[in-house]
């Protein structure tokens, strides 16, 4: 399909979504297993950028409504039809917006205490995350079982993509053996967590292929293929911080601590592009097996 403006309005919106949303939901949950390593000051600094992401999920969930429905119109007067406004709030994303802006928010107040975030940061964190399996491609395809395996994935991502930026900001402070410490506690969990996104991600991606000649054969497929090179990079630069770096922090090597910072600021640019080949991947091409049914 031809690439409009509107659409690439939209691409970037839903990657700013998926962004923003997931590295929220990460930051509570790196908030709960981590916050024994933290000094107050890290946890004021964690709960202030979680409150910043939150309100830029939400932003982007109302401008993801707004901007789809001008991409169905092709110009900007589709932001004031009531008819397709209605059209995409009813065809889920509203359902969606809803659930991910009342997790978001149950998150916040309870990170406010100087404490470890509890059940309803926890619960309103997943439920955020896993908001995007209510809606999408995963819905076309007739399995039921696919949204639960798209929400493990999104869990996941969250566990993984939200870990970055709290790490990196640690990384500035003078104490490595802290460093190290939160680092290790994230990588042992993030064995974990690889484990579940691939599997979980293989699994529905092949069920919306139905083939594999469709990774080559399809536009679906070959975006599909960006996104998977995007990943393994950036599975590669995990495995670089906990293998080399981590281990070298932990034995009071500083020069490890800026190698480490530099190295997430890389992950994360790669998440970024990660988020962007996602949301090409579900706004430009529906999948074969849909497309077949």
Do not use: Q
Request: proline share 3%; aromatic share 6%.
């Amino acid at each position: 399909m031809t690439l409009g403006p509107w659409d690439a309005a939209a691409i970037a919106v839903k990657a700013m979504l998926y962004g923003a949303t997931l590295a929220a939901a990460g930051g509570v949950f790196f908030l709960t297993y981590s916050a024994s390593l933290l000094e107050a000051a890290d946890r004021a600094s964690m709960r202030r950028r979680v409150g910043i992401l939150v309100a830029v999920a939400i932003a982007a969930s109302a401008a993801r409504i707004l901007v789809t429905a001008a991409s169905m119109s092709g110009d900007a007067s589709g932001m004031l039809d009531a008819g397709l406004l209605a059209l995409v709030w009813h065809g889920g994303e509203g359902r969606a917006a809803m659930v991910r802006a009342v997790g978001l928010l149950l998150a916040v107040p309870a990170l406010a205490a100087d404490r470890r975030p509890g059940v309803w940061a926890i619960a309103g964190a997943a439920g955020a995350a896993i908001s995007f399996a209510w809606v999408g491609h995963t819905h076309t395809v007739g399995f039921r079982w696919t949204p639960v395996l798209m929400g493990v994935h999104l869990l996941a991502a969250a566990f993984w993509v939200g870990a970055l930026w709290p790490l990196r900001l640690l990384t500035g402070g003078d104490d490595a053996e802290r460093v190290a410490a939160a680092a290790a506690r994230f990588g042992n969990a993030a064995l974990a967590a690889v484990s579940l996104l691939g599997l979980a991600g293989i699994t529905v991606l092949a069920t919306l292929l139905g083939n594999a000649s469709e990774l080559w054969r399809s536009g679906y497929g070959r975006t599909a293929c960006v996104k998977l090179a995007l990943v393994a990079g950036l599975l590669a630069f995990g495995a670089f911080n906990k293998l080399r770096l981590t281990p070298r922090l932990a034995a009071g090597d500083r020069a490890a601590a800026r190698a480490l910072r530099r190295s997430i600021a890389a992950e994360m640019a790669m998440a970024g592009a990660v988020f962007l080949a996602t949301a090409a991947l579900t706004t430009l091409s529906g999948p074969p097996v849909a497309a077949a049914s």
